[in-house]
């Protein structure tokens, strides 16, 4: 009997799953973002993937509120993966978005880039054969007569993801069903449903929430994640005092280590920044920082050479020394 296997947050780990799928077993939420992504920090498609695949595995979508991500389909439609079955699986969470429906699914993915027929398989002829149904998805003579007649309507189209990120499709790439009498108060209701959705304040902050939530998922570690209006506030306000006082500052990088903040802090006034080692000092220089006073001792005769390298690259450095000894060191280099 096949089985169908459901990926959300670890645990457990998709390479736990995945290396006991056989032929004809179905991994769903295929086109995960991280964690479970398919894709690696390089977006490389992991190789379990390409295993499960020569397997005999179907990948299935499973659209959902949190289970598709576009950075990762990019990824994987670009290096020649392309999803079994395409599915919205909606549910009262995604119902009014992300997901909507399967034709908004599907468009998706010809936004993507995949070709109509590619797309128009997943949602027919795939899952037909997943649940060994070969009598369902298509008009073969003596099949099941289960039918939807859609058109491509031209137009330009925004389409949001599980994580809150858009695209925009500049072509005719959204599927419809034709606006027939029988059809047109469903469509009036879903578009009313879809714009109440969008439009209410209330739940606004919430979704901003969801999606600052989600997109830090997608973070390899280590991160530093700031509030960036806190961050300035913060700049603003401790470089104003400094200044108030006649007190020149100098804040220390091993509080955060980036070249981002350290120029931020050095563009709020600050004369320069400490290192607390030539390392530090060194990768941030390499950024095209300068204004270094590095905190420890350098001793090693290694490190003192390259304290000389980069004193030659830079118009502002200084170490701090405990050691008559080593002041003589350094002044022999």
């Not at 599915?87 to 880039?113: E, M, R």
């Not at 920082?289 to 200084?318: H, W, Y």
């Amino acid at each position: 009997m096949p089985l169908m296997t459901h990926l959300d947050y670890p645990p457990p780990g998709r390479h736990e799953i995945i290396e006991h799928l056989r032929k004809g077993d179905v991994l769903t939420h295929c086109f995960k973002p991280f964690p479970n992504a398919p894709i690696d920090g390089h977006r490389q498609i992991r190789a379990d993937m390409h295993s499960a695949r020569k397997r005999g595995v179907v990948f299935d979508i499973g659209h959902g509120m949190g289970s598709l991500a576009f950075e990762t389909a990019t990824a994987m439609l670009q290096q020649g993966f392309l999803p079994d079955v395409i599915s919205s699986d909606v549910h009262t969470l995604c119902i009014h978005g992300p997901a909507y429906d399967l034709l908004s699914t599907l468009s998706k993915f010809l936004a993507l880039g995949m070709r109509l027929d590619d797309v128009i398989r997943t949602a027919t002829l795939h899952p037909a054969a997943a649940i060994g149904r070969n009598d369902l998805g298509s008009l073969a003579p003596g099949a099941i007569g289960d039918a939807s007649v859609l058109e491509r309507r031209p137009g330009r189209y925004v389409h949001t993801d599980s994580l809150g990120e858009t695209i925009t499709a500049d072509r005719a790439s959204v599927l419809h069903r034709p606006r027939h009498r029988c059809h047109r108060r469903i469509l009036a209701n879903h578009r009313a449903r879809r714009r109440a959705h969008e439009h209410v304040p209330q739940i606004q902050p919430q979704c901003r929430a969801r999606r600052s939530a989600r997109l830090r998922l997608l973070l390899d570690t280590p991160a530093l994640v700031l509030d960036l209006d806190a961050f300035e506030l913060n700049l603003r306000t401790v470089h104003g005092r400094a200044k108030e006082r006649g007190v020149a500052l100098r804040p220390h990088a091993k509080s955060h280590k980036s070249a981002a903040v350290g120029r931020a802090q050095l563009a709020a006034g600050a004369i320069g920044l400490c290192c607390a080692k030539l390392g530090e000092a060194e990768a941030l220089a390499a950024a095209g920082l300068d204004g270094f006073l590095i905190t420890a001792p350098v001793t090693s005769r290694p490190k003192v050479q390259r304290l000389m390298g980069l004193n030659a690259r830079l118009a502002d450095l200084a170490v701090v020394v405990d050691d008559v000894a080593n002041v003589a060191e350094l002044a022999a280099a």
